[in-house]
């Protein structure tokens, strides 16, 4: 497998769920990021992850928890999410945080009923 | 603060037909600028990209200068195909870890 991979790919969650979403390159690169795409809004980026360590977060609601336990895999934590949660999220990685070229995943569609 | 803007869309065109996607920039430091584009159902891919003042990106027949002097990076291409249609994002990465997109412009080519 090349790239990066998201999965699921589609999720449906009630308010009241806990479901995670799960991000994995096989580039080699050493940081990873979230991205929040909603209709008709410019690309939020929601964190930043440069070797594991989180470098970057941008004033997101506590009930989105990312976690990073390797190079390689990203994971965002969803609990007591709200309507407007709904959006494509969007994972990313770089060779190194802030820099040059982002390689993105084909999104995690998620609705929040 | 940093910000980028590009011209509203849908943008529907005919096949073979030029396309220009207007970008504009504001920028403290000096950044590279990208294009983006995301095809149905899936996440964004690069198109381009340039580092630096007066570079020209390009790839698949698209083209964008880096225009300091207008702040802009518009995109180019003089004969577009069905394949082409998608949204595609302006941005832009300026110092630590920012990188900034555009609100997208979705492009439609008909046959």
């Known amino acids: 497998e090349t790239g990066v991979t998201q999965t699921p790919r589609h999720l449906v969650m009630g308010m009241t769920n806990k479901k995670s979403l799960k991000c994995e390159q096989h580039?080699?690169?050493?940081?990873m990021y979230w991205y929040k795409q909603s209709a008709k809004k410019p690309l939020e980026l929601m964190f930043v992850?440069?070797?594991?360590?989180?470098?970057e977060n941008n004033s997101v609601p506590s009930r989105f928890s990312p976690e990073c336990p390797n190079s390689s895999h990203l994971f965002l934590h969803l609990h007591t999410l709200q309507p407007e949660d709904s959006a494509l999220y969007l994972c990313?990685?770089?060779?190194?945080?802030?820099?040059?070229?982002?390689?993105f995943g084909p999104g995690t569609r998620l609705l929040v009923l | 603060g940093d910000s980028v803007t590009q011209m509203e869309g849908p943008v529907t065109l005919s096949e073979e037909a030029c396309l220009t996607i207007?970008?504009?920039?504001?920028?403290?430091?000096?950044?590279?600028l990208f294009w983006y584009v995301q095809y149905p159902g899936e996440g964004l891919q690069l198109l381009l990209k340039?580092?630096?003042?007066?570079d020209k990106g390009s790839n698949k027949g698209f083209e964008a200068t880096y225009r300091k002097e207008t702040t802009s990076f518009h995109l180019e291409k003089g004969s577009v195909q069905v394949s082409d249609s998608a949204v595609y994002f302006c941005a832009l990465s300026d110092l630590g870890y920012k990188y900034i997109f555009g609100t997208g412009t979705r492009l439609k080519v008909l046959a």
């Open positions: 207007n970008c504009t920039y504001t920028a403290t430091g000096y950044p590279s």
């Open positions: 992850y440069s070797l594991e360590e989180r470098v």
């Open positions: 990313a990685s770089s060779q190194d945080a802030g820099e040059g070229t982002q390689y």
């Open positions: 340039a580092t630096k003042a007066d």
């Open positions: 580039l080699g690169h050493n940081a």
